[in-house]
């Protein structure tokens, strides 16, 4: 039989046909040229820093004091290999820090961030800002300040919560919001004003006052009043009378801009809620407890390590000492407010313009090692 013929429209579809399921042809281009290997002296110069391993540390000593001694105290830094013991630094580093860790020359000074108005609104989120009308008091509200600026034994007697009286100047209070602003952003944190259940951490339903063993003291209806007409004020921009500035020896510490009577109400210890067992091996040295649980499980601490306000930067005191107990001129209560758990910072006298603020961080469990603190 003879072959069937195609014809060249059909012969050109079955070629292409043939071509679409071929590998594609390499189309040929200029080599590229040899790449540039840099040396190690040039990847070393451009590097933030490198960490060479000694294979043997014993000789390393401390920096400030000269001691090779309490090996298990002394930091090394990541970038010049130099050691400091704990104690030494400037601030005190209470624990020994999780991942890198650099020393006060090689991590540098951050510069100091301004802010303007409006950019401190903004951190803050403040609502209706030094509006006439809001300074206006009604009666009934005047007949209740009056009752509260009372005798002041008498209040301290009741144990009574006092508003705190912002300052009226409002460049003043910008400037007192523009160093915590600062403060939390050399941090690297956020500005809060209220406690924070983040996923992964403990809900808010694991604060229950219930929980605490033995029981926890109930905040009085006037005490709660007070509290909601301070969260009003902040809310405002109507802040505490409080500056936070910086101290070589102590790091960010916090000061009095203006004068503040015994059982005023400073502030509302602020973070992120956790359980403790979730915090066994934090390096945060700011943790506050929260609830300490029946069931130690369910114990909760706070964290202001990403969000938090300025009690993050109120200092404790070194009491071990006589001296170190006469500078606190505050301290930290839990409350249970509402059924949940609530930790507040109250001046325990009165406290002068220019002084600087501090509680004893052992109020609880006597666990913290403030022996070295200044």
């Known amino acids: 039989m ?3 013929t195609t014809s060249s429209a059909e012969a050109r579809r079955l070629i292409g046909s043939r071509r679409r399921t071929e590998a594609p042809r390499r189309m040929l281009s200029p080599s590229p040229p040899p790449k540039k290997v840099k ?23 401390c920096e400030q004091c000269g001691s090779g001694e309490r090996a298990e105290e002394l930091l090394l830094c990541d970038k010049c290999d130099k050691g400091f013991h704990m104690k030494c630094l400037r601030p005190i ?15 540098g ?8 108005q409006r950019k401190i609104i903004d951190f803050f989120k403040i609502k209706k800002p030094n509006l006439p009308e809001e300074k206006c008091d009604s009666p009934q509200d005047t007949r209740k300040r009056r009752r509260r600026s009372a005798s002041l034994v008498l209040q301290k007697k009741r144990r009574r919560l006092l508003p705190f009286t912002p300052s009226e100047d409002r460049s003043q209070r910008l400037s007192q919001m523009g160093s915590l602003a600062h403060a939390l952003t050399a941090l690297q944190m956020e500005f809060s004003d209220d406690l924070t259940y983040m996923p992964g951490m403990a809900p808010r339903s694991a604060n229950q006052a219930e929980f605490e063993e033995g029981g926890m003291q109930v905040l009085s209806k006037e005490d709660t009043e007070t509290l909601e007409q301070c969260r009003a004020m902040c809310k405002r921009g109507e802040c505490p009378p409080l500056v936070v500035v910086y101290d070589s020896c102590e790091g960010f510490t916090v000061e009095a801009d203006g004068q503040i009577k015994d059982m005023t109400f400073i502030a509302e210890y602020i973070g992120d809620v956790d359980f403790i067992r979730n915090r066994e091996h934090d390096d945060c040295d700011s943790m506050m407890t929260l609830l300490l649980a029946t069931d130690p499980s369910k114990s909760l601490v706070i964290c202001p390590d990403k969000r938090g306000n300025i009690a993050r930067f109120i200092n404790g005191i070194n009491n071990y000492t006589l001296e170190g107990r006469k500078k606190q ?7 249970s407010v509402n059924g949940e758990c609530r930790v507040f910072l109250v001046a325990t006298r ?25």
Not at 39 to 61: P, T
């Open 2 to 4: 003879a072959p069937a």
């Open 39 to 61: 040396s190690m002296e040039e990847i070393l110069a451009k590097a933030h820093y490198a960490v060479v391993e000694r294979g043997d540390y014993g000789d390393v000593g």
């Open 93 to 107: 580093v209470v624990r020994v820090p999780i991942g890198t860790w650099l020393c006060p020359k090689c991590s």
């Open 109 to 116: 000074q951050r510069r100091v961030r301004s802010f303007s």
């Open 329 to 335: 001129n505050c301290k930290c209560v839990r409350y």
């Open 350 to 374: 009165d406290i002068a313009k220019g002084e600087r603020l501090y509680y004893d961080y052992n109020g609880y469990e006597q666990e913290y090692p403030t022996h070295h603190f200044v």
